[in-house]
């Protein structure tokens, strides 16, 4: 497959071109300011995933974005709004629907949707006074997310660590498993290409969680 990576220039972003590369695909690797030590056969993309034109070249001929976007923490978080989440949603949707691509896996957190209901009060209390904004924005995407007519997954991961690729990842679609934990970004990255790739967790948000 052919998949771009929105947001590969860190984290789980880069995490995931390294996953998808090594499993044989060709990553498309888009970021503002370029993704560093990019796997042999990735392409570099660089574009602005505000920019709509920037949008839609990055989106031709690929079969699969995945959609892994992150900001800088900052005390400004506190209090300053947060939009980049919903606003390039907006414009990556009406790209790929006329690009005729039609799988999304996109990043958003536990404490999203209505994963924030299975937190604690502490857990909601200290989440809501620390990432209020950025996850009210996360919350306007998934709606976006959910709204399209694209084959999607939201996928949701707890606490993230730098660790390496383990493997043992448990996916949750039932609320009754949705709780805190840790799970590394290489991780996620593996599960974002195996959901890219097969199509699995069609139309679910999943919480990522590592299991064992």
């Not at 947060?82 to 606003?87: A, D, I, M, N």
């Not at 809501?128 to 949701?156: C, N």
């Not at 991780?187 to 679910?204: K, M, N, P, T």
Request: charged share 25%.
């Amino acid at each position: 497959m052919k998949i771009l990576v929105i947001g590969a220039g860190k984290g789980i972003g880069t995490q995931a071109v390294l996953r998808g590369a090594a499993a044989g695909h060709q990553m498309r690797a888009m970021s503002r300011s370029g993704s560093p030590d990019l796997p042999e056969g990735a392409e570099e993309f660089r574009g602005d995933a505000l920019v709509a034109e920037d949008i839609a070249r990055a989106v031709d001929g690929v079969d699969a974005v995945i959609s892994a976007l992150g900001i800088k923490e900052t005390p400004a978080m506190l209090w300053q709004e947060v939009t980049l989440f919903s606003e390039s949603t907006r414009l990556l949707i009406p790209a790929m629907e006329a690009a005729g691509v039609r799988r999304l896996v996109v990043v958003t957190g536990f404490g999203a949707g209505d994963s924030r209901q299975a937190m604690s009060w502490a857990e909601r209390t200290g989440h809501g006074l620390v990432l209020g904004k950025p996850y009210a924005d996360k919350d306007r995407q998934e709606v976006l997310v959910r709204d399209s007519g694209l084959d999607w997954t939201i996928a949701r991961p707890v606490i993230l660590t730098n660790g390496g690729y383990t493997g043992r990842i448990g996916v949750h679609t039932d609320p009754a498993k949705w709780r805190n934990g840790l799970i590394s970004r290489a991780d996620v990255a593996g599960y974002l290409i195996d959901a890219a790739e097969s199509g699995r967790d069609l139309h679910q948000a999943v919480v990522l969680r590592r299991e064992g």
